[in-house]
């Protein structure tokens, strides 16, 4: 089981490190205009455009967070004589990744002008798949003996 979870820590850090930097989505206005945002170049976009608060809390919930969260679970796995997680690791776990980047997509696309088609790009997946092992590492963490 050692040896899962640190196979798991590995692929989701990885995974979160390519979801945060690679575009999420490709979005195309007027035909004309294209956009490949990565969530950090979102971020930034929307503390250029004065939505400051806004940048602050996507950039706290979707980046550092989670980030935090993975390291706390490298700590865990990698603390021998204190196996599992403390509790109130439990409050963090239960804040969701994948819904914080879900509204600053939809934001960002609603600030887009003219007709606009968006398609997913290999971030949202990478972000996705991180979410999903980073779940699978707590569980496995919480578990082990």
Do not use: Q
Request: proline fraction near 4%.
């Amino acid at each position: 089981m050692r040896h899962a979870l640190a196979l798991t820590l590995f692929f989701a850090t990885l995974c979160y490190a390519l979801g945060i930097t690679l575009p999420l989505i490709h979005v195309e206005r007027l035909w004309i205009f294209n956009d490949e945002p990565s969530l950090v170049a979102m971020i930034a976009s929307l503390w250029e455009s004065e939505d400051r608060f806004l940048a602050v809390i996507v950039a706290l919930f979707s980046v550092v967070a989670p980030a935090a969260k993975l390291m706390l679970l490298h700590l865990a796995a990698s603390d021998a004589e204190r196996p599992g997680l403390p509790g109130w690791f439990r409050a963090i776990a239960n804040w969701s990744m994948l819904d914080v980047v879900l509204v600053a997509l939809v934001i960002f696309a609603a600030k887009t002008s003219g007709l606009a088609t968006a398609v997913t790009k290999p971030g949202l997946w990478f972000f996705a798949l991180s979410v999903a092992l980073t779940a699978a590492a707590s569980w496995m963490a919480g578990h082990r003996t």
